[in-house]
């Protein structure tokens, strides 16, 4: 699996410091979010179109960021 | 068959001890709805690790070595074996097995319908075997031929050694035996009387717990449908042979990926809206209840969002098995390949958008009816590109009139009135007097016989070969071919008739004047259910005294025929190289594929 | 091959003709009591004319191919290799298409404004559903279980609603429906334009026609379409009984 | 299967797995989004955004934070296997089994105060029972696969070259935070 995704970088540079750096700061990411959700629910009534935003970003943070979703479109075909 | 006595006992095991364990904790009746759903649950898992889910997979979960049951000969059949081959027979004779059984039910309902009043079972018996054939019925309409062709075919019409995931495949054959003895059991817990369709308040107030055992099954079976959807779209995607690009895809394969993504997301909702009446029995949830606020049509718009598109589920691989049949038979290229991939897809799309419209009398939104007219009209452009296909194959082709090429041929005729009537029910002008009367019966009929079942019947005749090594007996085969097919019509197209009559669906009794009318229909129907006795003794005797069938009896072209019959343990011996298009017949020096390991570079 | 086209095509306008002429001379429905009976019957035979000629073409496609083409003995050699032009499969969607345009601009859009109709009423009555009879409720405050009576030439709203499960309020000879739903009230127009009574047209019946257990075939009852004169007789009557058997009471 | 089979689909099998795996657990996703979707989407046609005034806000906010440290935790651990990290692999690995019993936790407490506030009978009760009872069982299997690969990677299975079932199983503790972030607010912000 390694060897795929070093086959897609050009430069073989992820190693796992960068890795641990790039995990931290999405999460640190994710949980501000997170409290401004929460500060905006608290303080706004029926906030559902303020908070779809905030929503949306959470989700393709994770799905991009930890999970690798693109990967999966580029190895699509073979 | 020690591994299904192990299943047996684990899963009644399973049953007894989960359900008496609960209901001591509960205090009430070992029949209570908990008891019963924690019954099942440990029911299904006894019965899983009995087959040898925990020898050929868990084990290896633990770090210790697995122990696969490497069974030979018939006994194999019944193990946790991993051979698409022999998934797709288990799954071909399971299917037929229940087909029949389904088809006695029918047979029931038909005894009762051929006079007024309670004759031949009493109204509680009658909505018991109506559901029962009902969901009988839908279940092998979804699986039969996608489970059991698409199973068996898919790897070899694609070269492949095996499906992407064999113990996945496994798993989604061995949860169906536990789903048949359960939808065949509810009645014995009381009534269960809801229909296939399970609409609350109904399935949520109605007595016994007949109810609470299938709703587990039909999600079990749902678990089972998308398992083997994932599978096949992924060996599609990943595990074709060099050189069999999309383009090159024989058409079933299309028409059964297509049915898989179909069926991988859909069928989640199906799932989850009997989950929801499952914990409106169970857990005291007020989804569906109106006293609690809830709404019942909530239910009917999950439920469609999946049962309309199941349709296609149901008719996909059919459209796919009779193309297949109808090239080959013709000794002519597909007419119009690519539109026809371009339908499926389409279909795909279109399917899951058109729901509504088994509600246009339900008491939804007027808006929504408008839209969903139109959704629905549109998709009989696509479908009709498949007819297209279908007569533009044959026009002037060298047409073999043998068994298969002859349902085939009913497939186009049958689903061609399942389709037209069809249009008189997306029309809400007309639905709002049709629907939920005999006129819907005869049209879902015509479509899921037409469409699926036909296919089913045609596969079964065409690979017959293949699969059993045998060939069957092909005067007994045209006979019963013409036979269910005219029978067919001397059924369904009276319905039609009297369901514009007024008579109304589900009903174990009727007004005086359709009594004609209804007893013919019930002696048809009693000649069509007797055409199958034809159908069983050709296909039993033949299998076991056939004559021995050539590795290629109808000379066609793809891939599954070019290895012997049947197919060796590893389909091919070196993997396959594709180097032209799976149908050009009358195409000077055309070659599909290369087999056998001969060295052949690509051109 | 022109020779097959031209034999085709006179099948098909033979067939075509022949399937016309039936449609239009047998007129499946039954007689209907009400204004939207017959855009339910009207828009039918439409969509049965424009289905003809797409179901003979099959037909006679199918047949022809069968009979000229279709040989019991294995045949030696392959057909023409015909892969479908890009015209003809343009040709085919362009006609499917329109086709399709056609039936959803009539009956499609046409009959579903014709059938609701407007929505104002000369008479609201209410029905309720519970399994398995009815219970009408006239806005005069008659209430009957055991029939439904109804003046001819009158618009009239149907308020229903269901007590229990999922019913469906049917009069197979008005030509329309809508499901009874437990916490919700739906509404269903009809207008009135013959009179019967339910012991001369069995099709004249409330008849329930949403699966609802045990007495779902039998939860039905008769119904009367009666003149005006007849219908405020009946009213009158209804009312003094009642009022005669408050004063005993 | 593939030990018995000739060299040529030992060949097949080499080059197909780990594209096929990844591809199947992703259509598994797909077909779960559709699940979820179809509970959430009955939570807002029966009971629209509607909140009860007594859902322990705090708790809710706390269990989220949680489940968000578990996914970094589960990321940290993939990472670790990747380089051949085996004991960072199992000391994140760990955590996170932990971080998930603790959000496991904190749910059976919500429900225990829920049960007194508005049970499963009213509207509101039974979408949030049923949808935060779904993703409890999606937790408590992703605990129970991640105790899998535990249990394996302490034994000296998996390294940089092989550790598709440590992926798989982070990706699917990933998808149950993902599924989180959509019923978290849908439940008690909107």
Redesign the interface.
Known sequence: MDTDEQLERPVPSSTQQEKVRLGLIVAAALAVLTLIEYVIAVGIDDPLIWLLPFVIAKFALILEYFMHFSAVLGKGDH | MRALIRAVSGGAGGYVIAAFVTSLITGGSVSDGVPVTFGYIFALLGWLHGIGVWNAWAREWFGLPPKPDNAKGWTRYFTFSTDHKVIGSQYLVTFLVVFLVGGLMAMVIRLELAGTGEGFIDADTYNKVMSMHGILMVAVAVAAVLGSFGNYLVPLMIGADDMAFPRINALSFWLIPPVAISLLSAPLLGSFEAGWTAYPPLSVVAAGDGQLLFNMGVITFGLSSILGGLNIITTVATMRAPGMTWGRLPIFVWATFSASLLSLVITQFFAASLVLIHLDRVAGTTFFGAAGGGDALLYEHMFWFYSHPAVYIMVLPGFGVALEVITHFSRKPLFAYKAVVGAFLTIVGLSSLVWAHHMFTSGMAAYLHAPFMVLTEAISVPTGVIFLSAVGTMWRGKLWMQTPMLLAGGWVFNFLIGGITGLFLADVATDVQLHDSYFVVAHFHYTIIGGSIFGLLAAVFFWFPKITGRMYNETMGKIFAVWVSVALALVFIPMFWVGVNGMNRRVNDYQQDLETANNFISWMALLLGLSFVLFAVNLVWSALRGPKAPDNPWGASTLEWQVSSPPPEHNFPLLPEVVGHPYDYGVPDAQHAVVGGSAKSED | MNRDWLKVGIIWAVLTALGEVAVVTWRMFPEGYTREYEVVDEAYILLMVLAVPVFMFMITMLTYSVIKFGSREQPTEDGPPMHGSNRVIVAWLVITSALTVGILINPGFVGLSDIRGEESSDMVIEVEGQRWSWKVTYDNGIVTTDELIVPVHTRIRFDITATDVLHSFWVPAFGTKIDAVPGRTTELYITTERTGTGEEDLNLRVQCAELCGLGHARMAMPVSVVGEAEFDAWVDEWLAAESAAAEEG | ?ALA??A??A??EAT?R???N???L???F???T??FS??I??RF???G?DTPEHLN?PLA?GI??VL??S??S???SE??I??D?RAGFIRYTRITIFLGLVFTAGVVLEWQEALADF?????Y???F??LIG?HAFHVVTGIMALG?VL??GG?G?YG??D??PV?GTV?YW??V??MW??IY?SL???
């Open positions: 299967m089979a000739p040529a689909h060949r097949a197909y780990p594209q096929a990844r591809l199947g992703w259509l598994f797909l077909s779960e559709f699940l179809a509970m989407s009955a046609v029966t009971s955004t806000q906010l989220t934070i968000l440290l996914s970094i589960a990321y940290l990472n670790a990747a380089h990290d049970p499963a009978g009213t509207i009760g039974s979408a029972f049923a779904l899998v249990n394996l034994k299975h940089s070259e550790y598709w992926e990706k990933h998808l935070d993902l972030v959509v607010p008690y912000l909107f």
